[in-house]
């Protein structure tokens, strides 16, 4: 305040209207005319607000492209807190949590499974959204039925004057998005992409001599119309699936497995004044099937989950209030098995649940520099029989100076849908169920403490965050496949319960501005987990903790024309349960197994390069090249270790992806 009376001072004293000096000590009773104050904009593709990341698409268009695609979910994993995955995980792990605690969605609308190409790339062609928001903490009462974050894929709200367009081309596979106007109030944007791997990697997607085929293809469809200035309406469509076949070679068995999402959703907002109105209505379906065939095993394992739900919500002013409203139908595993094992079709129920929640938020100020948010979120859920959760959350920032905050959030939270399965490489082997058919919902309570500020003038921002978790009612998958050939098989039997807890640090440096921008961040976090059974029995590590892990992400703009990109991720190995023993007994292996996750794979190191030059740049106009490395030092990052047999041969190996590095050429044009 006393250097804006200064300016004050300053300009009318220079326009003569500044009162005589025994005025000056009374009250300023000269009225500013008129005061110009410009500054330059920091432009970047990483902001931040208040408990969440936005992470801009253009920043995707100059980094390392990962067998031609430069993936939104790999650089969400790049940021502290959000755990990196390797080669063949599709999973999302955010300060902790387990993948299932996540929510990922398209403008809101959950999609339950964001893998391509077993986890290489999600199913988000980059192109077709403007932004994508990331939340470590369901912190907000407007946030789901989820104990983790959130990761929101967002198309732009405009309506496009012109038609544009965007398309790239690689060796794995190619997209395009093209948008166009249709009137003057209303715009059509489409995306396609596919994938034809075996076309120029037959020879190299082979595993021990067995061939792996592949194909995935997707497609996006926005319809954006704008009656009038107050309203935009706008209907999102998603549809995509994967086809994938392993077999041959010493095992005699063919792997087929297939998976998909299908997505609508029509969404409304009304603005007038301080008051905004949403409303979206939606239907999501997710299904897989695998298909394992031998000699003398068949064995099919499909499931599904399918969601139709209504949200509305309302803004004004300080207050907000809303409604989700959702109708599930799940399918867990239901194995059929044939050949020379008892012909067994299982009988698995078909689920159904709803949940409607409603809830309310409040943001007070309190004096210049504290803000306090608060919220309610109470749930009724349904599946069988009725329960009822309330979860509160409460947000107490400080504006320490301009440029620098302090927040201290918290909150409890339910979680009603599970997530399970034998594995998480990627493979269509994780299923969905509802709480209330032998699980109990989960529960969390969480806490996080953020401080931020920038420096140079907004050139560089730093954030630490310290954070806590408590779980309760956590499952984990106790079985594996050989469960369907000798046993009646159900979903409770095979499922470890048991309580949790994660914590840790995350540290963020990011340069925002120049032509060298990016971030380093590093976290230091523990996901621990204690079930309840006896071969689980203590405290042990989850399936997906990294202790430490370090990120960094750089573009560099040289001249015009060259970009170059880069990222880096050092990362502690995640733990494993190790065989300690096993013996063929009637031609079956058989195997004793350690502790429970008592062992950890090796250190996962990764350097991915990029380097992009635009033939054309000019009107509108980009057309250019990028040459990328995937793992550039070829470092062999262990995925898994497995039992190996085949006539000549049992051993107890690791496992590494057969492309230690993988490069990849990609031609890009839009207009």
Not at 68 to 77: E, K, S, T
Request: proline share 5%; charged share 20%; net charge positive.
């Amino acid at each position: 305040m006393p250097a804006l009376l200064t300016l004050a001072l300053a300009c009318t004293a220079a326009a003569g209207h500044l009162p005589a000096a025994a005025d000056s000590v009374d009250t300023l009773r000269q009225t500013l005319q008129q005061v110009t104050v410009s500054g330059q904009r920091v432009r970047t593709e990483l902001r931040a607000e208040p408990g969440a990341s936005i992470v801009g698409m253009g920043l995707l268009r100059s980094m390392p492209r990962v067998l031609g695609n430069a993936d939104p979910m790999r650089y969400a994993q790049a940021l502290p807190g959000v755990q990196t995955n390797a080669e063949m995980d599709a999973g999302l792990h955010i300060q902790g949590s387990d993948n299932a605690h996540n929510i990922v969605s398209i403008g809101g609308v959950p999609i339950y499974n964001t893998a391509h190409l077993l986890g290489f790339f999600s199913v988000f062609n980059a192109t077709h959204f403007a932004s994508m928001r990331l939340a470590k903490s369901p912190a907000e009462p407007s946030a789901a039925n989820r104990l983790g974050g959130s990761v929101d894929m967002a198309v732009a709200d405009t309506v496009a004057r012109r038609a544009s367009g965007d398309v790239a081309v690689g060796p794995l596979s190619s997209q395009a998005t093209l948008t166009l106007p249709a009137g003057r109030r209303a715009s059509l944007t489409l995306s396609a992409r596919a994938a034809y791997a075996n076309l120029l990697y037959s020879r190299w997607l082979k595993v021990d001599g067995e061939e792996l085929s592949y194909f995935f293809h997707d497609y996006n469809l926005t319809l954006t119309l704008r009656p009038n200035e107050r309203n935009l309406v706008w209907l999102e469509a998603y549809y995509g699936g994967d086809d994938a076949g392993y077999g041959g070679g010493d095992y005699s068995m063919h792997t087929s497995l297939r998976w998909g999402n299908a997505m609508a959703a029509l969404h409304w907002r009304h603005e007038a004044g301080a008051l905004a109105i949403e409303q979206c209505a939606y239907f999501t379906r997710y299904h897989n099937r695998l298909n394992l065939d031998q000699t003398t095993v068949s064995l099919g394992l499909p499931s599904s989950v399918a969601t139709a739900g209504y949200k509305a919500s309302a803004r004004w002013r300080r207050a907000e209030a809303g409604i989700d409203a959702a109708w599930h139908s799940l399918r867990p595993q239901e194995p059929s098995v044939s050949g020379n094992f008892a012909p067994r079709n299982a009988s698995v129920e078909r689920q159904r649940a709803a949940e409607v929640s409603a809830w309310v938020g409040w943001r007070q100020p309190l004096g210049q520099a504290f803000l306090l948010a608060a919220g309610l979120r109470p749930t009724l859920y349904s599946a069988r029989r009725v329960r009822f959760g309330a979860d509160p959350t409460a947000r107490l920032e400080w504006r320490v100076a301009p440029g620098a905050r302090l927040s201290l959030s918290g909150g409890l939270r339910h979680q009603y849908l599970l997530r399970a399965g034998f594995s998480d490489v990627g493979l269509p082997t994780e299923f969905w169920l509802a709480s209330g058919y032998g699980q109990e919902p989960q529960r969390a309570a969480f806490a996080s403490l953020v401080a931020e500020a920038y420096l140079g003038r907004r050139a560089w921002r730093v954030e630490a965050e310290l954070y806590y978790k408590r779980l309760w009612n956590q499952v984990e998958y106790g079985g594996n496949v050989f469960d369907f050939l000798y046993d009646d098989y159900s979903p409770a039997d095979v499922l470890l319960t048991g309580d949790g807890h994660n914590y840790g640090i995350n540290l963020l440096v990011e340069r925002r501005k120049g032509r060298l921008t990016g971030w380093i961040g590093y976290s230091y976090g523990r996901a621990r987990r204690r079930y309840r059974r006896q071969e689980a029995h203590g405290w042990r590590p989850a399936a997906h903790e990294r202790p430490h892990e370090l990120n960094a992400v750089a573009t560099l703009k040289v001249g015009r024309r060259w970009s170059l990109g880069t990222a880096l991720v050092v990362a502690s190995g995640t733990p494993y349960t190790r065989v300690e023993r096993f013996y063929v007994l009637g031609g079956n292996v058989l195997a004793d197994y350690g502790p429970l996750y008592g062992e950890r794979l090796p250190p996962y190191v990764r350097l991915d390069l990029s380097v992009s030059y635009d033939f054309r740049l000019s009107g509108g106009r980009r057309s250019g090249i990028n040459v990328s490395l995937c793992n550039a030092t070829a470092h062999d990052n262990v995925l898994f270790y497995r039992l190996k047999v085949n006539e000549s041969e049992y051993a107890y190996r690791p496992f590494s992806f057969a492309l230690r590095v993988m490069p990849s050429v990609n031609y890009y044009f839009s207009f």
